[in-house]
Structures are given as structure tokens and as C-alpha cells.
DNA sequence: GAGTTTGAAACT
DNA sequence: CAGTTTCAAACTC
């Protein structure tokens, strides 16, 4: 098929003619080049096997060290490889020049304004040959550029059409263009003001570690478009609703007009950067004050919105499951439930994530905010893509708010118990346990769950539950209504984990009931008491 | 403009 | 695939 490459205004006083890949001619081209078209393969020189690894620039070309013939052999070669490297009439040679050449040369519609406006490169080591080299990269002649020894000019056709081929066999998309603009990875409130985020995101996301992804060193925020799921960046401030994001970018902060004010902070809505080591959830809406500072960096607002940097536990038991694999949920939640097998305070484990947030490599298992309503009200869009894509057993069992209440009964607790031990010492284990059960069952009754659901719900615990009254529990840890006996902090925390476990158990087991399908997933997943 | 920092690309 | 090196842009002074 003849690649869309049309010729352009070619009139100019250029001597380089200015020209362009197009990401038509990109994807129309026949990506991964067939290795049996390599020139080296036409010319019977190199064994086919042989991979290219590594560019080394020769006086006579560019060759990958793995291929690096002989000085015989590049003497004889290096005409050739100056001027037309093939007979001309080689029916293999025709087809491949014409179809290397066409793909890969720049297209010639490039207009006067991009002209004007592109970057000129300062490469030195590359010879505009690598990717480094943002003309390159690009699709693009080296025009007008400060760069040494550049290869990238029409006159090097012959070195760039080799450096393609290489680059491409090691990564078929590497001229592909980072950045998806058909992809919708922030909420469009309208702001077209130049600093606004674009359309889009990164396709292979960046990684940044030390700029919060709110420098041009990311190229997230390079492009202006919100870093993503594909993004493994570290302390992520490249996220809708981020504050510093704004503050950076200039924007005004206006939260009582602004739709990514405070007043809508909801947990997945904070939640844009795929990353789960960002994970910036709000628990608390109430006390977002006008004054808070543009920067974030109001301590009050510090106090009151906590950004904390555990997984939310939707995201750990992968209930929001936006385009992510069962693998990689089944193993989230492994992990979370192997916490339980481990000697770790919960207080300990929360003190080590605020000073060392849990560095969980990969996608965030919430879609950043291509799922968000950009209303405020993300429930529906969350659950509506969990359901459409995962099919979890607890689809319709978990409301999205309930692991949110539970996040904040867990925390009550925890924090309630550590009063009490550091009052009175040790509480009573069951007690712990009893009253978390029925402080989650209570958050439930809260949540209108469906009648039949709660009657099964009921069932299960009452055995646990008792007499006791079926209350917010968090209130006897803190009246003091609990008895002193155990010595062992950590084994308390177990205990509560342990509780947890039994309520996930026991949620998992209606969604089985519903099902009509008995399995249970946690010990499925390997985790036994 | 020189030096430093940063993160993508290249390489091992 | 993870760790290291190379590279050039972004940034700082």
C-alpha cells in the first residue's frame, strides 16, 4: 500500500527541506519492518539471526555492534553504502528502498508555521540518529539545529533509513506519538486557557521521581496532559484536582467556583495519577476553608484533608477495576491480605506508609479521571465501569462508599485502641474485634443496603455481634467500655485484621450467594489462618 | 553561558 | 526485566 506521503511546499530557499512523519503515514506503515528486508539481509552479509543491539557509527555507516562487519567488509561496502548500496534493477532493493523510504522519510507537509516553531536540537554524541534527538524522534530533518556531526539530514538518507530500521526492531512504536490525544484522561471543565491540560495521555507514561511530574523534565506535563495509568511516576502532583498542579500552572485557585474545588474532594475524583504510591484520597470534606493556600501547603487544610498515601482499599481489592488485568488484581489483593500474616501493628504499618508511601509498582486499578463524573459524584461512574469490566462478586454488594467507611472506621479504630492502650493498657481482643464487625455492619445499614442483602449480612454475624448493642463502636473503645487483658499490641492488630478478614469473608460470600457460585477467593488467593 | 539536574533512551 | 549508563533537555546560578 503507498504510504500517505504527500510533497509539501518544496519551493522554499531551504537547502533541508523541512519535513514531517505524519501519524498517518506512521500507522500506515509496516511496523515491525520485516527483518528480511534489511539491507544488511538483502546484502547477504549479516546472518539474519542476528539481532541488532547496539548503533556504532563507522566511517561507511551505522551498524549495530552485533553486526559489525569486517574492515574488508566495509571497505568493499562503503560505496555502496554512499551512494545507491544496491543494484539498481534488484527487484528486493526496489520494494525495500521504496518501502523504508517512503514510511520513514519525513512527510513533506510540513507548513511554514511548524518551521518557525520547532525545536532545535543540540545533540552532540547522537549524530541526530537516536531518539534522544527530538528531530529525530520526531520524524524530522535536522534543519537550522546546533547539533555536531548530525546524520539526520537528507543527505544521510541512506544512515537515518538504518537507524529507523534498528530503532524499530527494538521497539516497533518508538516513532509512534506519545502521547494518545484520543485518549480522555482529564474532565473537560471548559478551561482553555493556555496552561490547561490537553486531551490525552502519555502512552508509555513517564516515570519521573523527583519533580512530582510538574516540570517539563516529565513529559506528561510537557505535553500538558494529566500523567495516567501508564505513568509510574513517584509523588505525583500531575493529577486533576491537584492544588500544587494549579498553583503550578499558574491558575488561579478559585475553589468556590472552580470544579476541582475542595468542596466536590472525593476520593476517586483526587485520584487522576495511575499511580497508587500518589494515591491522594480526601476523607474528610468538611473544614475546606476559604483561605486554604493556592500552594497546598496550608496546614490546616493539611490537618483536615488527610492526603494519605495508602491504597484505597477499593484499589486493593481491585473493585474498581477500570482496564486492569484479574492478574494484577488478584495479586493487590493477595498482597493486602498478606498483611495479615505478617507481625505488623496497624500503627506501625501506618506510621511506615506516611514516611515511606507504599512504593506498589504499576497501574492504579481506579481509571483516572476518564471514569470520573465530572459532576463530583464518581459512584456510579466507578461502579458502572467495574461491572462492565471486571464482573467481580462484589459488584452491587460494595457501594463505592463503603470502603471508604470502612477506611474510616479501620482508622477510628486504630487510632481509638491506641488511646485506650496508651490510657489503660491493652483492650480486650474480642472486644476489638466484636465491635469492628458491627461498626461495619453498621456503616452498611447507613448505606440503604438492599433488604435481602442486609438480612443475609445479618445472619453470619450474630454470633459474633451478641448482645452487644449495635452501635458505632468507636465510642466504647474511647468510653473506656472495654476490658484490659491482652499485652500484646501486635497481636490486637492482628485481631483486628483478622476481623476485617472475616467481613471480607463474609462479603465475599454473598456475592458467591448471588452468584449461586461457592468459591472462596481468599483462599483461593492462598491466604489461610 | 556554564554547570547541574533530571528522566528517557540505550545498553548490560 | 531490572539495574546501569548515556544522552540531551530543562533548569539553576
Redesign the pocket.
Known amino acids: 500500500m503507498a504510504p500517505n506521503v504527500s510533497l509539501g511546499n518544496l519551493s522554499s530557499n531551504r537547502q533541508k527541506p523541512y519535513v514531517k512523519i505524519t501519524d498517518s503515514v506512521r500507522e500506515q506503515s509496516d511496523f515491525p519492518p520485516n527483518p528480511l528486508n534489511s539491507v544488511t539481509e538483502r546484502s547477504g552479509i549479516f546472518p539474519p539471526e542476528k539481532l541488532l543491539?547496539?548503533?556504532v557509527f563507522t566511517e561507511f555507516g551505522l551498524y549495530p555492534?552485533s553486526a559489525m562487519p569486517s574492515t574488508e567488509l566495509l571497505l568493499s561496502l562503503a560505496e555502496p553504502f554512499r551512494s545507491p548500496r544496491l543494484p539498481s534493477g534488484s527487484p528486493v532493493s526496489v520494494v525495500k528502498l521504496e518501502s523504508s523510504r517512503s514510511h520513514r522519510k519525513p512527510n513533506m507537509n510540513a507548513n511554514n508555521v511548524a518551521m518557525k516553531d520547532r525545536?532545535r536540537?543540540?545533540?552532540?554524541?547522537?549524530r541526530?540518529l537516536?531518539?534522544?534527538?527530538?528531530c529525530f524522534?520526531a520524524g524530522e530533518y535536522c534543519d537550522g539545529c546546533n547539533c555536531n556531526c548530525c546524520r539526520n539530514t537528507i543527505e544521510h538518507e541512506a544512515l537515518r533509513e538504518e537507524a529507523t530500521e534498528i530503532?524499530l526492531e527494538?521497539?516497533p512504536n518508538?516513532f509512534r506519538p506519545?502521547i494518545d490525544r484520543s485518549s480522555r484522561s482529564y474532565q473537560d471543565n471548559g478551561d482553555d486557557s493556555k496552561d490547561a491540560p490537553k486531551m490525552g495521555k502519555h502512552n508509555?507514561g513517564?516515570?519521573?521521581?523527583?519533580?512530582e511530574c510538574l516540570?517539563?523534565?516529565?513529559?506528561c506535563f510537557?505535553a500538558k496532559v494529566l500523567c495516567s495509568e501508564n505513568c509510574k511516576c513517584l509523588d505525583c502532583k500531575n493529577y486533576e484536582g491537584c492544588v500544587e498542579r494549579m498553583a503550578f500552572c499558574g491558575k488561579k485557585y478559585d475553589h468556590t467556583k472552580s470544579s476541582e474545588s475542595f468542596e466536590e474532594c472525593d476520593e476517586t475524583k483526587a485520584v487522576s495519577c495511575g499511580n497508587n504510591k500518589n494515591t491522594n484520597v480526601c476523607l474528610y470534606l468538611e473544614g475546606c476553608e476559604e483561605e486554604m493556600a493556592v500552594s497546598g501547603g496550608d496546614k490546616k487544610h493539611k490537618e483536615i484533608c488527610i492526603h494519605q498515601t495508602i491504597t484505597p482499599i477499593s484499589t486493593v481489592l481491585g473493585l474498581s477495576s477500570h482496564g486492569f488485568s484479574q492478574t494484577y488484581k488478584k495479586r493487590k489483593f493477595q498482597e493486602f491480605l498478606d498483611l495479615n500474616d505478617k507481625d505488623t501493628p496497624l500503627q506501625e504499618l501506618k506510621n511506615d506508609q506516611q514516611e515511606n508511601p507504599p512504593t506498589v509498582s504499576g497501574p492504579l486499578p481506579i481509571s483516572p479521571a476518564s471514569s470520573v463524573n465530572p459532576i463530583g459524584d464518581v459512584s456510579s461512574a466507578k461502579l458502572g465501569s467495574s461491572k462492565s469490566t471486571c464482573g467481580s462478586l462484589l459488584t452491587d454488594i460494595i457501594l463505592s462508599q463503603d470502603p471508604k467507611e470502612l477506611c474510616s472506621v479501620l482508622v477510628s479504630v486504630s487510632e481509638a485502641t491506641k488511646i485506650l492502650t496508651e490510657k489503660n493498657g491493652m483492650p480486650d481482643i474480642q472486644a476489638v474485634k466484636d465491635n469492628l464487625i458491627a461498626s461495619i455492619f453498621e456503616v452498611h445499614d447507613k448505606e440503604n443496603w438492599k433488604e435481602e442483602s442486609h438480612d443475609q449480612k445479618k445472619a453470619p454475624d450474630h454470633h459474633l455481634r451478641g448482645s452487644r448493642p449495635y452501635t458505632m463502636n468507636t465510642d466504647n473503645f474511647l468510653s473506656g467500655d472495654i476490658d484490659i487483658k491482652e499485652d500484646d499490641y501486635a497481636g490486637q492488630e492482628r485481631h483486628i485484621l483478622a476481623s476485617f478478614r472475616d467481613y471480607l469473608r463474609k462479603l465475599i460470600a454473598l456475592g458467591n450467594l448471588e452468584d449461586q457460585h461457592v468459591d472462596d477467593p481468599i483462599e483461593k488467593a492462598g491466604f489461610t489462618t
Not at 516540570?215 to 513529559?219: G, P, Q
Request: some cysteine; aromatic content about 6%.
Open positions: 543491539k547496539q548503533l555492534v525545536k536540537c543540540h545533540c552532540k554524541k547522537s541526530c537516536k531518539l534522544y534527538c527530538e524522534a530503532i527494538r521497539n518508538a506519545k508509555r513517564c516515570h519521573c521521581k523527583k519533580t516540570k517539563k523534565y516529565c513529559e510537557q
